[in-house]
């Protein structure tokens, strides 16, 4: 037997495409980090700003000009605190884009990277030291795996995983190699639900 027939397969093509139709993918549902329109409406919309814009009206209709220069304050005040959140969010959106994990998987016998979000339901996900698992799956085959589940759990030590084990989506395979299925994908993995 040679090594292509050892080695699992994965998904054909076809399969592929015929999950993808199902809309059985890997998306994300949730969003890294606040819009520019709710950041806006975050710094705009305060109490404090709502107390003293009253009062800014107020004593523009009944006091004199000079009175009102506190919405100086006030203005100054709202586009520091956006401007500081706007450059957060740019800071972190870089962040996520650089952490965002790839997926290996096999398709056609040969392996393949993929974008977290292209992986879909019984895809053969490969496993090595240093990867991020995307999906839940079940292992297929495994050799000294090793799994921390930190994130996802609080367990500090790494966790043996052997055959038919469920691999959560959020783990970090610490050592070992194998293969898995994945069996929940999107907002039914279990990173995606905590």
Sequence with gaps: MTDRESQPQGLSGDDVRERVARKETNVETLRPSRTLAQILRANLFTRFNAILGALLVIIAFVGPVQDGLFGVVLAVNVAIGTIQELRSKRALDRLALISAPVAHVM??????????????IDDLLLLRPGDQVVADALLVEGTGLQVDESLLTGEALPIDKDRDAEILSGSI?????GYARV????SDAYAQRL
Excluded: K, M, Q
């Excluded at 398709?107 to 879909?120: N, Q, T, Y």
């Excluded at 069996?183 to 999107?186: K, L, N, S, V």
């Design 173 to 177: 395979i610490i050592a070992g190699t």
């Design 183 to 186: 069996t929940r994908i999107g």
């Design 107 to 120: 398709r056609d016998g040969a392996p393949l990277d993929l974008p977290s979000g292209e992986v879909v």
